[in-house]
T-cell receptor, first 116, second 111 residues
Framework: GAVVSQHPSWVICKSGTSVKIECRSL??????MFWYRQFPKQSLMLMATSNEGSKATYEQGVEKDKFLINHASLTLSTLTVTSAHPEDSSFYICSARRLAEAYEQYFGPGTRLTVT | DQQVKQNSPSLSVQEGRISILNCDYTNSMFDYFLWYKKYPAEGPTFLIS?????DKNEDGRFTVFLNKSAKHLSLHIVPSQPGDSAVYFC??????????FGTGTSLTVIP
């Protein structure tokens, strides 16, 4: 159990367009979902934490108007990169946490975004 | 400001020997530590964790040691197997609401 999916797995978009990435917990209810970003050969950087039904909490330095996060249900969270620029190109990974667990989080396979 | 550091970007070990991956942190308020294994273009997979109130946790071939005074933790894999070859990330958490990851150590187990 504890499977998390992401869609799409990779996406190429033009500069100035918006891209939506979905994160789904397939076999459990996720009260909290996390969004990370990873640059090559660097660590995962937490972008924001979202709890179902409430606004996401963004880490310092992350533009909330650029990276829109919606956690509409206990199994789905979406990250929308608005007006994407080449510097937004990165590997985006979501994770989900079950209600009964305080620390363990289950990661999705990630989404490779390339902005041309 | 990197609060969690893995100073060895890579490590090679012979099959059957022990692999020791190290991790250092700066924030004494971290209360939980986790190790993840990651393959390219995939999300991390949880491996083992330890609470700050413990100094050792063992799960099969994997053991994590925590030295709070030194702000250091390590992951021991014994015996190492070729299938263990991957990138290993350590992570530290503040009350489960914030997670900080190290930069990863790429482990290669040589058959």
């Amino acid at each position: 159990g504890a499977v998390v999916s992401q869609h799409p797995s990779w996406v190429i978009c033009k500069s100035g367009t918006s891209v939506k990435i979905e994160c789904r917990s397939l076999d459990f209810q996720a009260t909290t979902m996390f969004w990370y970003r990873q640059f090559p050969k660097q660590s995962l950087m937490l972008m924001a934490t979202s709890n179902e039904g409430s606004k996401a909490t963004y880490e310092q330095g992350v533009e909330k108007d650029k990276f829109l996060i919606n956690h509409a249900s206990l199994t789905l969270s979406t990250l929308t990169v608005t007006s994407a620029h080449p510097e937004d190109s990165s590997f985006y990974i979501c994770s989900a946490r079950r209600l009964a667990e305080a620390y363990e989080q289950y990661f999705g396979p990630g989404t490779r975004l390339t902005v041309t | 400001d990197q609060q969690v550091k893995q100073n060895s970007p890579s490590l090679s070990v012979q099959e059957g020997r022990i692999s020791i991956l190290n991790c250092d942190y700066t924030n004494s308020m971290f209360d939980y530590f986790l190790w993840y294994k990651k393959y390219p273009a995939e999300g991390p997979t949880f491996l083992i964790s330890i609470s700050s109130i413990k100094d050792k946790n063992e799960d099969g071939r994997f053991t994590v040691f925590l030295n709070k005074s030194a702000k250091h933790l390590s992951l021991h894999i014994v015996p190492s197997q070729p299938g263990d070859s991957a990138v290993y990330f350590c992570a530290a958490s503040l009350t489960g609401n914030q997670f900080y990851f190290g930069t990863g150590t790429s482990l290669t187990v040589i058959p």
